[in-house]
Each structure stands twice: as structure tokens, then as C-alpha cells.
């Protein structure tokens, strides 16, 4: 009898102990330090499908090949048809902001070879008005740019390794398509 006292006592001992080695472990788990998509300073407006003309395809031919024949036609043809307009909103711009930081290439696979933004253009926080090439100071505000190789199934990355999930690809809403033009790299 006195066996089984003792055993249960120490039972419940060493059950107390893995309690508490359990509740301490949990009480002293460090941060969660990797970026969340909620510490983004942006939100897609969206993803939008640039639209392919023979004539822009010519004119990329002509100045990446210096012709436009049936081969760099049809490389050119390729490259534009992987390009997406995409369009981001922000409150305010995160201090040192470099577009060439967004990649869909998370910061540490990086091997500088990566698609970043090009021509990116800064538009009112409503998206009437077009601001140019350099981020106002302050205030809301819309960043629009083409991506080349778009990765449908990929985030954007920021450079400190925040992923935004993207939405599929949508049409051009004519508020862009009449007032982007895409120029030859």
C-alpha cells in the first residue's frame, strides 16, 4: 500500500514538473520575427493584364534587335506577353522606399538577376492624377509599374522580406489604359 502511495505521489510530482516545463516553455517563446503581411505598407489595387499590339511588339523588336524579323518578333511577342501592370496604394511611403526593392523573389534568394518594377509612376491616392517618377513627400498615394516575367502564383516581396499576396490577373481598366504607354527597356 505504502508503494503505491509513494508511486502515485511521485507521479503527480513529476506530472507538476512537466506542467510547469510545458507553461514555461510556452511562456518564454521569443517573438514571431519575420514580417507579416499586415506590417505591408501597401494594398494591391490590382493585377492587370498588359495589352499586346503588333505594333508595340515591332517597336520592341527594333530597339532590343535593331529589326523586326519573324525571330525577334516572336521573343518580343513572348517577353510582352508575360508583362502585368500592377498597382499598389499607400497611406504613406516607408522611409527609404526603393521601388527596386519588390521583387517576386523573397530578399534572401536573391541573386540580382530578379524582375523588380519598371517604369514605375506615382499617382494621387485616388488614382486620377498622375505624379510622375518621384514619390511626393507625404500623403496617400498609388504606384504603378510594369512587371516583366509576371509570376501569377508568386507574391510581391518586399526588401524586407514582406510578401504580398497578389490577386489574379484582371483587364486594364481604361483610366490606365489610356493614359500608360509602355517604352522599351
Not at 538577376?113 to 514605375?120: A, L
Amino acid at each position: 500500500m505504502r508503494v503505491g502511495i509513494l508511486t502515485r505521489m511521485a507521479n503527480q510530482a513529476a506530472s507538476k514538473k512537466a506542467s510547469s516545463k510545458r507553461a514555461s516553455s510556452k511562456a518564454v517563446r521569443p517573438k514571431r520575427t519575420s514580417p507579416r503581411v499586415d506590417d505591408a505598407p501597401f494594398e494591391v489595387i490590382g493585377v492587370y493584364k498588359w495589352p499586346v499590339t503588333i505594333k508595340a511588339v515591332k517597336a520592341l523588336a527594333k530597339t532590343l534587335y535593331g529589326t523586326a524579323n519573324a525571330r525577334s518578333i516572336a521573343a518580343c511577342k513572348k517577353q510582352l506577353a508575360s508583362v502585368a501592370v500592377i498597382e499598389l496604394h499607400s497611406k504613406q511611403l516607408p522611409r527609404g522606399f526603393d521601388a527596386g526593392d519588390i521583387a517576386q523573389v523573397p530578399p534572401g534568394k536573391r541573386d540580382g538577376n530578379e524582375q523588380v518594377p519598371y517604369d514605375e509612376r506615382f499617382w494621387t491616392g485616388d488614382g486620377k492624377s498622375e505624379l510622375g517618377f518621384s514619390p511626393p513627400a507625404k500623403g496617400p498615394l498609388r504606384i504603378v509599374f510594369f512587371q516583366h516575367f509576371f509570376d501569377k502564383k508568386a507574391p510581391l516581396y518586399l526588401g524586407n522580406g514582406v510578401a504580398i499576396p497578389l490577386p489574379r490577373i484582371s483587364k486594364l481598366p481604361t483610366r490606365l489604359k489610356a493614359r500608360l504607354t509602355y517604352e522599351a527597356p
